[in-house]
């Protein structure tokens, strides 16, 4: 059996288990945090990120100091021996400039790792977001289904009287299977979410238990574009990634150019030869004339090309949050076009009145039900689609460390 699958299953008894009992309130961003601190992939990128910054740490040190002996002897006895330590370092200028090269790579290590937490941090919101909506959808439709079964054992006894007939009795006995089925789906829905969760962040018992008890979509304010714009061009892992790389790529120029400069070398020299000892220093230099020029050309093209690709960043993140806003504002106009028709009052307590006093056949009272609790369901899913785009937007409020 697949790892999924197993997972899936006993998720499916975890729920069953839960509803069975009173579901405790729970908190949205606190489910986030928790799911989130036991993220084995964000634990995996963060020691990552930690060798790699201090991999990057050990550019900016000097060569290794070389020491060298020598020894001859001549076929008439005649014995002569050097003995040499020298140490080459690079113009000092150059030091300062990849130091700083290296500091904005190391910094690149550490956004990307943060831009991934972000990303996880984001998903976990949007799947929480899709159960609330599943929550809701199976309380919606759990109640129909409750409310039909309480009206089949009313006409089943209305028919053993012989006061209805048995179509009515099927009629109603249709419109349960089909709001059965749609609970069941719902019911398989809101697993398989969970279950998502659970490979994602190795979630436990009491985590999944908080997240079945989630219903109320979390409080998120709409604000103006222009500060959904603002923060996103300031937090966005990418658009901070782009930027990043356009200082390297500045910090690789400045670095190419010193590169041009002369390096020395210093160092001292014992020599033993004719009975005699010699000793002093020696000083070298290396004058770089053949890649130069090439890589201070191939710096300023990268450099170009990062500034260029920050520019495209921002334009993409720009026209991104703007989709989105414009969605969202749309999703929101017309959840509460919904919302005027389906919370103002007791549709289906009026429906079941209505049926109860004649006023409705009992035709009009299953299709009506029915077409209500499908804009409940729809009304749902709307409030599912706006919240994902309200999480979007709101991703960049405040940077996860």
Known sequence: MKLHNIVYIKVVAIIWVLASGVARAADYDGIVAT???????????????????????????????????????????????????????????????????????????????????????LKLRLLLIDIIAANRMVGQLTKAVEGCN????????????????????????????????????????????????????????????????????????????????????????????ARNAALVAKARKKEASRSTLPGFSAGYRLSHEDGELFNGFTLGVSVPLWRASKARKAASAAEVSAMFGERVEEVKLEKGVEATYHKAEMLRGTIAEYGKALTVSDNAGLLRRAYESGAITLTEYVYDINYFVEAMVQHTELQRQYYNALVELSRYEARVE
């Open 35 to 121: 799911l989130l601190g036991s993220d084995a992939q964000i634990e995996l990128s963060q020691r990552q990120s930690d060798a790699a910054i201090t991999v990057l740490a050990t550019e900016n040190v000097l060569p290794d100091a070389e020491a060298e002996v020598e020894y001859l002897r001549s076929g008439s006895g005649e014995e002569k021996f050097n003995l040499s330590v020298s140490q080459s370092f690079d113009w000092p200028g150059l030091y300062g400039a990849r130091g700083e090269r290296i500091a904005l790579e190391q910094e690149g290590v550490r956004l990307e790792h943060e831009s991934l937490k972000n990303e996880h941090r």
């Open 150 to 241: 309480r009206l089949l054992a009313t006409l089943e006894d209305d028919y053993s009287r012989g006061e209805v007939s048995i179509l009515a009795v099927n009629k109603m006995r249709i419109g349960l299977a089909d709001f059965k089925l749609k609970l069941s789906e719902a019911s398989t829905t809101r697993a398989s979410l969970i279950a998502e969760v659970v490979e994602l962040s190795a979630a436990t018992d009491d985590v999944i238990s908080q997240c079945v008890a989630l219903e109320e979509f979390p409080l998120i304010e709409m604000k103006e574009l222009s500060r959904y714009v603002e923060e996103a061009k300031a937090e966005d892992g990418a658009m901070r990634m």
